[in-house]
């Protein structure tokens, strides 16, 4: 089946690498138009919406630094300014600063917190204001408005020298869940993807070499994921496919999450 984004425009935050970049790249082929937000590397966000554009779709790159409430107000306007609307938001950004706990300085804690976790109540914010606004666009899709968090596995599995992630996680899905509750009446979906490990940058030292052979034991499918599958499923939460799919989180990690240490143990 063939999923069709044609008319809807999306807003993917942390779209110069990863998973954000994957995931703007895959909304795009079905055919919506994508705002790529970066924060820090401008290079690869514009030359995604150049290759995007290219390909006859439609994208722009915009800078904004999710944790400071004016880049975000900046970041809509613009996006609003470029495309008229807004349809999907993805609240990608994300990112790790690890230490032991007795290590970890305040600033490291306050930067994961404000990305991870601040950094998606605004943009959720942002989005609510506008889709509350516009209500449901006719023949354009069943929901007032789409948002998916990007969450992880650690959002349940506690994580030993990264407690600012894992809290940051756990915050994003009570913060999915309480927003669901508020805003499902009006038609706006909302829902997040919990990853595992997935190959990318943020992870690139336990998924090469020999430490790949040791995370390969905490999945049970027995792959590291590839950006493609957290991104076909951002397109299909973001489609009408998944209309009834609502303040839930979609666990996309081989596994990870069942425990795997358990088997024959325990
Ligand atoms: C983290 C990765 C990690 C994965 C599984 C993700 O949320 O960003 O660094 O490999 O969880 O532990």
Redesign the pocket.
């Known amino acids: 089946m063939q999923i069709s984004l044609a008319r809807q425009v999306a807003l993917v935050t942390g779209a110069s690498s990863g998973i954000g970049a994957g995931a703007a790249r895959a909304l795009a082929d079905a055919g919506a138009s994508v705002v790529l937000n970066y924060h820090s590397s401008a290079g690869p966000a514009q030359d995604l919406a150049r290759e995007i554009n290219a390909n006859g779709g439609r994208a722009i790159a915009v800078g904004a630094d999710v944790s400071k409430e004016q880049d975000i107000e900046r970041l809509f306007a613009q996006t609003l300014e470029a495309f008229g609307t807004l349809d999907i938001l993805v609240a990608n950004s994300?990112l790790?600063k690890d230490a032991a706990a007795v290590d970890m300085s305040l600033e490291d804690w306050n930067t994961v917190i404000g990305t991870n976790l601040t950094g998606q109540f605004l943009c959720a914010r942002a989005a609510l204001r506008i889709f509350t606004r516009q209500g449901i666009r006719q023949g354009v899709s069943r929901a007032a408005g789409k948002i998916i968090h990007m969450s992880?596995?650690?959002q349940r599995i506690p994580?030993a020298g990264h407690i600012n992630?894992a809290a940051s996680?756990g915050g994003v899905d009570l913060l999915m869940q309480s927003l669901a509750q508020e805003t499902s009446h009006q038609r706006i979906r909302i829902n997040s993807i919990a990853?595992?490990?997935i190959r990318t940058a943020?992870?690139r030292d336990?998924?090469e070499g020999e430490q790949e052979q040791k995370?390969l034991e905490l999945i049970p499918y027995g792959r590291v994921g590839d950006v493609e599958d957290v991104a076909n499923a951002v397109v299909w939460l973001a489609s009408d496919l998944s209309d009834y799919v609502v303040g839930t989180t979609l666990f996309i990690d081989g596994g990870?999450s069942l425990y795997p240490g358990f088997r024959g143990n325990g």
């Open positions: 994300g790790q992880s596995v650690h994580w992630y996680k990853p595992g490990a943020i992870n336990a998924t995370l990870m």
